[in-house]
């Protein structure tokens, strides 16, 4: 799975119309910027499915993986790395299947400490002829080997609830599977599964050959599963795959929810009300050029209990959604009119806010938003292409004081992880690029923020409308790559 790391992970934007911003002001901020390092090697990584996975719980432990210094047994295939977990400044390495020596990775965490994620195996996948990955479970720094469906050979955890179900993705047997390749890290065909107490469910699909789970957010809940099913086997000139449909699975049941009126959707996750957040291409395919290489106009929406609402955006094409938390405010960015710019944005209660930008930025989004309302992301320079980690806390937009640095998970106690962005990587964006995990832990006070790595958050003006006038062919240039990473499962 090294080079498809799950490549179906959308991770980190959202919404729709222009409303009025807030007003509050938020109180100046010190932090601790902790480099969460490696565990022996060169580098180190965030989560395997990127933007969207909740790798960071609310007692502060973050999850991840990491190049270690074991020898490579081959050569395209190094260095080996590790999944790891990072607690109250401790290092751990996870291991890995098969004698510790493959490759492992994180996807997500839960409240109690139990980690998803995958592992390579001795085996090789007779489709591709790349080690095979099984899901795995990491609970009591022991790891268990979930397996696979029927007679596949691989899996992936996607997300744990905090009940300790684990959802996943599996193959069912060894065939080929275009339309699997097409959406999934996997060759053959998949359906998502679940595991709990020793037991894999197989939950199928809405008709077609393979279903998919995505990074789960917030899904919190043990009889909640979100994700994306094929509805049948006839693939549609407008994608080059057979209808796409959003899914909820609850109590054994597999609920259809239909799209914005084009032939793909996906839902990305849900919260503990069963409030259902995704995307939609639109009536007739928009847009469609026979792929979802960044061509197809989708929107992001919003299911509840049966109410399917179109999020729209700022005047353009695309909004994309990223995060809902349990009050039902739902976080990502869309895009500006005549697609100029994306900006982050926030869906609470039926108004769409334009988060904005940092001062002299072009382009922002936002990742994740926790249970106080608030919001982190990424702020985008569209001169030099680096990006700015920034929070969004009652009205006021806050640089947090690190360049290249993505901001991609809040906990409730308002400490903020993420990932360097290595440079060449595209800010923001590149999730399979993304270099070491860091962690900021706000200080009481000010007080454990007296060292080197500490720094006090600088509260800007939101730049809500794109005021670089001279710079618009680099702006037009920059949305241009962004389309391309994010109209597309």
Known sequence: ????????????????????????????????????????????????NGGGSPFLNNPGTVVGSADTSIPCNNPNNCPVFHAFRWQNGVLTDLGALSAQVNDSATNAINARGWITGFSQTVELDPVTGSPAG???????????DLGTLSTGIQSSGNYINNGGAVVGISTIDTTFDPFATSLGPFSSPTHVFTWKNGVMQDLGTLGGPDSFSFSGCNNQRSDLVTGAS?????????????????????????TDIPTLGGT????????????????????????????????????????????????????????????????????????????????????????????????????????????????????????????RSVLWDMGSIIDLNVLSLDALDINDRGEIAGVEVPPGCFPGMDTLCA???????PCAGGQGCEGKDSFIAQIESPAIATTLTQRRENTKAFVARLRSRLAKP
């Open 1 to 48: 799975m090294k080079s498809k790391t799950l490549k179906f992970a959308l991770g980190m934007v959202l919404l729709a119309e222009l409303a009025t911003p807030f007003l509050l002001v938020a109180q100046k901020t010190s932090y601790r910027l902790i480099d969460i390092g490696t565990l022996g090697g060169p580098s180190a990584h965030g989560p395997s």
């Open 230 to 254: 094929y509805t049948n086997l006839t693939a549609n000139a407008a994608t080059g795959f057979p209808t796409l449909h959003a899914f909820l699975w609850q109590n054994g049941k597999m």
């Open 134 to 144: 099984h899901a795995v479970l990491w609970a009591d720094d022991q790891i268990m």
């Open 435 to 441: 270099g070491p995990a860091f962690l900021l832990i």
């Open 264 to 387: 793909f959707a996906f839902a990305q996750c849900a919260n503990n009300q069963g409030q259902v957040v995704g995307q939609s291409n639109l009536t007739g395919d928009s847009g469609c050029d026979g792929s979802l290489d960044g061509s197809c106009f989708q929107h992001a929406f919003l299911w509840d209990h049966g109410m399917l609402t179109d999020l729209g955006t700022f005047g353009g094409d695309l909004s994309v959604a990223g995060w809902i938390n349990n009050a039902g405010d739902v976080v990502g960015g869309a895009y500006t009119t005549n697609d100029e710019s994306f900006h982050a944005t926030l869906w609470r209660q039926g108004r769409i806010t334009d988060l904005g930008t940092l001062p002299g930025d072009c382009a922002s989004a936002a990742s994740a938003i926790n249970s106080k309302g608030q919001i982190v992301g990424q702020s985008f320079n569209c001169d030099t292409l680096t990006s």
